[in-house]
């Protein structure tokens, strides 16, 4: 069943097409687990359609087929442009027809066990600039099946100065019937000539109450919406991120974490909080005190405490009475929680964790 909260950028898309102005080039903007690798294939499928019918693709053609098995299928004019590691030799690799390692490395893979970013995965990941040139060749070359090409580059967000301007070339003299499609997590992230070039499209935010009912009908019995409401927040409202955390059970090591910070930041301790945190991933830690400060920054602006997830079960009168300046500084400081660095030795993070928690006391 297609996304719910896909479903109004695949309209825009097929107004688009219906009113006959199909665009040489998209740029779908959304957080990565919110799905734009599922809606690059579906616009890929109505664009390829043989017979496309208003609106939509056949469902019949040999294209449309080729679309129906997206854990090994493939399209000889569908490719896709990965990002990859420093250290990754083959830059051919890169380059692929396979839908499924276009979703995997857009972080959602259709068994939704295992969602990898380029902050999880092992090295800085990027779209290098020869593989946008191999795209480039690829984008010249004739069409298969003779309907035309659809080209996706993955996480383009990743494009250096370099690789953005090899595309730029490609975006001023557009192939005839061929449709580029940019997946970017924020159009901010682009560089200003590439966005005035493409036609924008922007997966919006799902609401509490669609999370919910998608974690309701994916956790079947399993479904708790305390804990669904935890995990929607650390995914920030992307059901299928929460799907990831709910399994992980990271709603509930968050719960635990802040009711130990709760009980350090009231007295002079930190062994329990610090503890707990070094047992997390830098980017888990970075999304349990986020939201930890900004809905304590909620509860000072007295905003419903029922609204607050994390901080629901939690008792405030201690953590109320820490001035929102101090929230502020904790919050800039979290960088240096998240921050990797091979520069630093094994005992900084612990030292980094005991600060920020002290940053948090009230003077």
């Not at 708790?224 to 935890?230: M, Y």
Request: some cysteine; overall charge negative.
């Amino acid at each position: 069943m297609f996304d719910p909260w896909l479903i109004p950028p695949l309209e825009t898309f097929r107004n688009s097409i219906e009113s006959g102005r199909v665009p040489s080039s998209v740029i779908l903007a959304g957080a990565p687990d919110l799905g734009g690798a599922f809606l690059a294939l579906e616009f890929a499928k109505l664009y390829l359609c043989a017979d496309r019918k208003p609106k939509e693709s056949c469902g019949t053609c040999k294209s449309c087929h080729l679309f129906d098995d997206l854990e090994s299928g493939s399209h000889p004019d569908f490719i896709s442009l990965l990002s990859s590691t420093q250290d990754e030799s083959d830059r051919q690799e890169d380059l692929t027809h396979s839908f499924s390692k276009l979703l995997n490395d857009m972080g959602t893979p259709l068994n939704d066990e295992f969602i990898e970013s380029e902050n999880t995965s092992k090295g800085t990941k990027s779209v290098r600039i020869d593989g946008i040139r191999s795209l480039n060749e690829w984008i010249a070359q004739g069409s298969v099946l003779g309907k035309g090409k659809v080209a996706v580059i993955s996480n383009a967000h990743l494009m250096g100065e370099g690789a953005a301007n090899a595309l730029l070339k490609t975006f001023e003299e557009p192939t005839a019937n061929t449709l580029i499609i940019l997946l970017t997590k924020s159009l901010e992230l682009l560089p200003a000539t590439i966005l005035s070039r493409a036609f924008k499209i922007q997966i919006p935010r799902v609401s509490v109450e669609t999370g919910l009912d998608y974690l309701k009908s994916r956790l079947g019995n399993d479904f708790s919406v305390d804990r669904a409401k935890i995990a929607l927040a650390l995914s920030f409202n992307s059901p299928r991120g929460a799907i990831k955390y709910y399994r992980e059970e990271l709603d509930i090591r968050a719960v635990e974490l802040i009711q130990a910070l709760t009980e350090d930041v009231s007295s002079s301790a930190s062994t329990k909080t610090v503890s707990l945190l070094m047992e997390l991933s830098n980017e888990h830690r970075h999304l349990i005190l986020q939201e930890f400060i900004l809905e304590l920054l909620k509860c000072k602006a007295r905003i419903d405490k029922d609204s607050l997830p994390l901080l629901k079960g939690i008792s405030l009168d201690k953590l109320v009475k820490i001035p929102a300046s101090h929230l502020l500084d904790a919050y800039n400081e979290m960088k240096y929680i998240k921050a990797d660095s091979p520069m630093l030795n094994s005992r900084a993070p612990v030292s980094l964790i005991s600060a920020w928690i002290n940053s948090l006391r009230k003077i």
